[in-house]
């Protein structure tokens, strides 16, 4: 055996996050087996004081085989309707699974806007909270029967991301079916495990592509380094493995594919502007004010925004984006959308002396400003 990995076993608030490839079989329905055998592991994980956050797929999936649907469905009403009766029967058997460990369980289920709206998320962290106190697992899931195509995660692996940031995890652990990350499809004998991922440095060399065979995950590994960027950018390390090797993933043994924690911790402010709000608008830069803006760490000021796109107000975040319309920073911005057009081009102190003094602020503040 390897080194342990010492981030792993120190670890004392832990989200697991764990997909529908690894919860239900091919014909849709629940893997009674699985799920009994990872309740197991994580039941054995909350009796050594560690606080666990279960995030869970696989309500779709489950509701497949009760309604006779032969595949996952399109269409969104369809897979609202699985998920409903998929959800009811999944945490069913967790909660049977868990009592077997004396540990009672706690439903989460969660819109975008509950982890993105400062409002929201602070509720959602108190009932998160609030459930570890009580000594309850809480166990999340998307709200599926309510998000609509527009504003879904569809996938968990983001969602698991934001929710391990909420409560402040000191690590993030995916379990999928595949055992680690590869350096191109796990079925071509060439590719590679990856052992370890500094996601500071880059992932070139590495084809990241589409769910597995089991045809009921969603985002495959694109998600899931999306989400291990997002939590080891928040400084959480981040295991991937399968829920296979959860045993010796939890004990620190070198399997699955560890992304190391960024070192130093952005404002928790800047955080949740960058990964989980959703923007209002698009300010469009010339390229002196992108220059300014991403290389020099400026304030935007209204000479070097060339359109504006969206109905924003004062206070929103709003993109910041090139000329290729490609975003390079997000930020709060200081004017209405409706404002902006009769300031754009001209120079804070042109402004101030044809508007008054309110007209010199910069239309974002650089201490708003987060780069993407
Ligand atoms: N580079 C890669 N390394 C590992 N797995 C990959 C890679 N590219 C694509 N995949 C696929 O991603 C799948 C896992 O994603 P997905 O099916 O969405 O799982 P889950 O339901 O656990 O979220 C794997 O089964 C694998 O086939
Ligand atoms: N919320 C959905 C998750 C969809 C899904 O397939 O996610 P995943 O298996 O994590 O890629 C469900 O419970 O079915």
């Known amino acids: 055996m390897g080194q342990v990995r010492e981030e792993v076993i120190g670890a004392r608030r832990i989200v697991v996050k764990v997909g529908s490839s690894s919860l239900t079989t091919a014909a849709g329905g629940i893997d009674e087996q699985r799920v009994d055998s990872l309740v197991d592991v994580l039941g054995g994980l909350a009796t050594t004081g560690r606080e666990v956050v279960l995030v869970s797929s696989g309500a779709i999936a489950a509701g497949l085989a009760p309604l006779r649907l032969r595949r996952r469905p399109r269409d969104l009403a369809t897979q609202q309707a699985a998920a409903s009766v998929g959800q009811g029967l999944l945490i069913q058997r967790y909660a049977t699974g868990f009592a077997r460990h004396g540990r009672t369980v706690g439903q989460v289920l969660l819109t975008v806007d509950d982890v993105t709206r400062r409002a929201h998320y602070r509720n959602a962290y108190r009932t998160l909270r609030k459930l570890l106190d009580l000594g309850a697992l809480p166990i999340v899931n998307e709200n599926d029967t309510v998000a609509t195509e527009e504003i879904r995660f569809g996938d968990n692996d983001r969602l698991a991301a934001l929710v391990a940031a909420l409560v402040d995890a000191d690590l993030l652990v995916l379990l ?197």
Do not use: C
């Open 176 to 372: 999928s079916d595949v055992d680690a990350l590869y350096t191109g499809s796990p079925s071509d004998p060439s590719s590679r495990q990856v052992a370890h991922v500094d996601l500071a440095s880059d992932l070139s060399g590495i084809n990241i592509s589409k769910p597995g065979k089991s045809g009921v995950g969603t985002g495959g590994m694109v998600t899931k380094v999306e989400a291990a960027r997002i939590a080891t950018g928040f400084g959480i390390p981040v295991v991937l493995t399968s829920a296979s090797l959860a045993t010796p993933a939890f004990g620190g043994e070198e399997v699955g594919t560890l992304f190391q924690a960024a070192r130093k911790r952005p404002a928790a402010r800047l955080f949740w502007l960058a990964h989980a709000t959703a923007p209002r608008g698009r300010l469009h830069l010339d390229p002196g004010a992108v220059a300014a803006v991403v290389a020099r760490r400026k304030s935007l000021l209204p000479a070097g925004i060339t359109a504006v796109d969206g109905s924003f107000a004062a206070g929103d975040p709003v993109d910041l984006v090139d000329g290729d319309g490609a975003p390079v920073a997000r930020g709060l911005v200081n004017y209405d959308a409706v404002e902006l057009p009769a300031l754009l081009g001209r120079s804070t102190p042109e402004l101030a002396a044809a508007l008054g003094p309110g007209y010199e602020r910069e239309v974002v503040h650089r201490d708003d400003l987060v780069l993407l």
